[in-house]
T-cell receptor
Framework: AQSVTQLGSHVSVSEGALVLLRCNYS??????LFWYVQYPNQGLQLLLK??????LVKGINGFEAEFKKSETSFHLTKPSAHMSDAAEYFC??????????????FGQGTELSVKP | NAGVTQTPKFQVLKTGQSMTLQCAQD?????MSWYRQDPGMGLRLIHY???????DQGEVPNGYNVSRSTTEDFPLRLLSAAPSQTSVYFC?????????????FGPGTRLTVT
């Protein structure tokens, strides 16, 4: 069964520091991976997605993620944190359409705090 | 485009009451789904639909019903509310169920069952 694990339910960084949010997946088939961001009291917004093209994926707001098959990882990074990056981040894998209709399986989420 | 809209934003129910959470999208998306979000558990799929007239269960369907009579609308019905259904509910849609397509999420409905 496919699953997603996010290491660290809470990450705190200083403004200007590197942001690293970890995501590992288990999948017996090529995965389709997504990172979503959720700001307080809002819905989820797509940051970026991996769909088996380039392994380094660039997203919105300066975020990027690298797909590493050997490590079954899809970690999210941003070189310099900004106060506005404070939010909850979810890693997700989407199943094939013939497997439960292509549902998204989410990790538990990582809350990012940014200190001034 | 308004994207995915959900009503109401907040709702308080008493145990045993029923209600319908509304979801609509104006992007002509085939695929629509309902998730619930609980602390420390991410989002879990309740029901989904791959097109008008077609629905199926997700991983936590008990206590919920759905229907899809039009492409635009995908209401979620709570038959007899229980405190365990206190959660934040998100509706999402995508162009298709192909795994490369992005799902767009609504703003959510925060439900409290007392």
């Amino acid at each position: 069964a496919q699953s997603v694990t996010q290491l660290g339910s809470h990450v705190s960084v200083s403004e200007g520091a590197l942001v690293l949010l970890r995501c590992n997946y288990s999948s017996s088939v090529p995965p389709y991976l997504f990172w979503y961001v959720q700001y307080p009291n809002q819905g989820l917004q797509l940051l970026l997605k991996y769909t088996s093209a380039a392994t380094l994926v660039k997203g919105i707001n300066g975020f990027e993620a690298e797909f590493k098959k050997s490590e079954t990882s899809f970690h999210l990074t941003k070189p310099s944190a900004h106060m506005s990056d404070a939010a909850e981040y979810f890693c997700a894998v989407r199943l094939a359409e013939n497997n439960q209709g292509g549902k998204l399986i989410f990790g538990q989420g990582t809350e990012l705090s940014v200190k001034p | 485009n308004a994207g995915v809209t959900q009503t109401p934003k907040f709702q308080v129910l008493k145990t045993g009451q029923s209600m319908t959470l509304q979801c609509a999208q104006d992007m002509n998306h085939e695929y629509m789904s309902w998730y619930r979000q609980d602390p420390g558990m991410g989002l879990r799929l309740i029901h989904y639909s791959v097109g008008a007239g077609i629905t199926d269960q997700g991983e936590v369907p008990n206590g919920y019903n759905v229907s899809r009579s039009t492409t635009e609308d995908f209401p979620l019905r709570l038959l007899s509310a229980a405190p365990s259904q206190t959660s934040v509910y998100f509706c999402a849609s995508s162009y298709s169920s192909r795994p490369t397509t992005e799902q767009y999420f609504g703003p959510g409905t925060r439900l409290t069952v007392t």
